[in-house]
């Protein structure tokens, strides 16, 4: 006796074409069974093949606290605005009593590698810090560099990256992975605790 068909079989009939169905096709196959090949060395993130991707979100979660604690150990507080209008973080330091308060917004742009970038949107913030936290998926590699709008975009036009299409038509330019000259224009930037206070103070 034929039992009933389920709902769960009657829903995939009504949806897939089953008519041209070989029963038993790749039951020989099955049987001999399968093997799994473990490959060396990371994946190539061009590979088609490769279905893991870094979770944009989890990276962007990790890097800031990264980036949380390392301002926290260079004395400051740290406070994250409810709503995303351009402001990641505002780090700021409070003096006996509420003297000589300050308060610094921050932009965060967090990577599992060395990228750059640079938005013309952030030039209304006079005041903004952007941060770049690199390998943030590898934390003893990890590196903070803070820069004003005003010295990311001098970094911009000595690498050229200020004339090109991406920049004067679009208004927005991402560099992948920073190469050797690059790095060397950015290493004034690279945050350390006594340079977060002494570039916190700065922009104040």
């Known amino acids: 006796m034929k039992l009933p068909m389920s709902e769960t079989e009657m829903e995939l009939r009504n949806k897939f074409d089953f008519s041209k169905a070989e029963r ?37 979660i990790a890097g ?21 209008k351009g402001i990641d973080l505002v780090a700021y330091r409070d003096g006996e009593g509420g003297k000589d308060f300050a308060a610094y917004p921050i932009q965060l742009k967090a990577s599992s590698q060395e990228s750059f970038s640079l938005d013309k949107k952030y030039a209304r913030f006079p005041r903004l810090l952007i941060a770049y936290v690199w390998n943030v998926q590898t934390p003893e590699r990890s590196e903070v560099y803070a820069l004003t ?20 038509k679009k208004g927005y330019y991402f560099v992948r992975s920073a190469g050797p000259d690059l790095k060397e224009l950015l290493d ?14 700065t922009i104040g």
Do not use: C
Request: glycine share 6%.
């Open 149 to 168: 709008f005003s010295d990311a975009l001098q970094v911009m036009e000595k690498k050229g990256y200020a004339k090109t299409d991406s920049w004067t």
């Open 188 to 201: 004034p930037y690279k945050m350390t605790t006594e340079r977060w206070k002494q570039k916190l103070q």
């Open 64 to 84: 800031k606290h990264l980036l949380i604690s390392r301002l926290v150990a260079a004395g400051f507080e740290v406070a994250e605005p409810l709503r995303d």
């Open 24 to 60: 038993g096709r790749f039951s020989n196959r099955y049987k001999k069974g399968h093997t799994v090949t473990l490959l060396e060395g990371e994946p190539d993130e061009d590979d088609p093949l490769v279905v893991s991707k870094v979770d944009g979100q989890l990276t962007e």
